[in-house]
């Protein structure tokens, strides 16, 4: 069965950096797109990045950009998120989503989140 | 202040029809297709709708999508209370080169 897990939150202070982990398992990771997204307490969905499946294209959103780099290894089924320079707005819950290639099917998949705490 | 418009909630008695508007401009939804994604109180989200109009297996044909120019609409027939969620849109932006989502509509049945 197709599953997402996530890894890496936790509490961090300000300025700290972070690496976010997804495993897939269940489907052929190297036909998918991967993106990651994030949810603040109590607000919506909000897109961060998304990497293509071969790696050879990544776009973030534009309050990204600088601070976040998405990254994938295809031979460990994992797609990675690392954020930078934390602040206290980055305090989320981040969800990895597939995306099938060549189609416009994404999101049929999500992992289950990890959160982060930006505090000191 | 999200890129495509939703409004922030809607509601509905039980067994009745819902429908949750989507706007965006001519970068996003006007050239792109949209997707829906029900998100249940504590859950990750899910996916309803893909290229606008169709459903991925597993989804009740009571959830459809249409889009119209620069808009596009979820709807739901015969409601049940295990509806009760936020729905959001998202599309491609070719102007921003990224995926935009709605601010999420809370449904109540």
């Known amino acids: 069965q197709v599953q997402l897990v996530e890894s890496g939150g936790g509490v961090v202070q300000p300025g700290m950096s972070l690496r976010l982990s997804c495993v897939a398992s269940?489907?052929?990771?190297?036909?998918?797109?991967m993106h990651w997204v994030r949810q603040a307490p109590g607000k919506g969905l909000e897109w961060v990045a998304v990497i293509w499946y071969d790696g050879s294209q990544e776009f973030y959103a534009d309050s990204m950009k600088g601070r976040f780099t998405i990254s994938r290894d295809n031979s460990a089924n994992t797609v990675y998120l690392q954020i930078n320079t934390l602040r206290a707005e980055d305090t989320a819950v981040y969800y990895c989503?597939?995306?099938?290639?060549?189609?416009?099917?994404?999101?049929?998949?999500w992992g289950q989140g990890t959160l982060v705490t930006v505090s000191s | 202040q999200s890129v495509l418009t939703q409004p922030p909630s809607v509601s509905a008695a039980p067994g009745q029809k819902v429908t949750i508007s989507c706007s965006g401009s001519s970068s996003n939804i006007g050239g792109h297709y949209v997707s829906w994604y029900q998100q249940l109180p504590g859950a990750s989200p899910k996916l309803l709708i893909y290229d606008s109009n169709q459903r991925p297996s597993g989804i009740p044909d009571r959830f459809f999508g249409s889009k119209s120019g620069t808009s596009a609409t979820l709807g739901i027939t015969g409601l049940q209370t295990g509806d009760e969620a936020d729905y959001y849109c998202a599309t491609w932006d070719g102007s921003l080169s990224a995926v935009v989502f709605g601010g999420g509509t809370k449904l109540t049945v």
């Open positions: 269940g489907f052929t990771f190297t036909n998918y797109g």
């Open positions: 989503a597939r995306d099938l290639y060549g189609t416009n099917i994404w999101g049929d998949y």
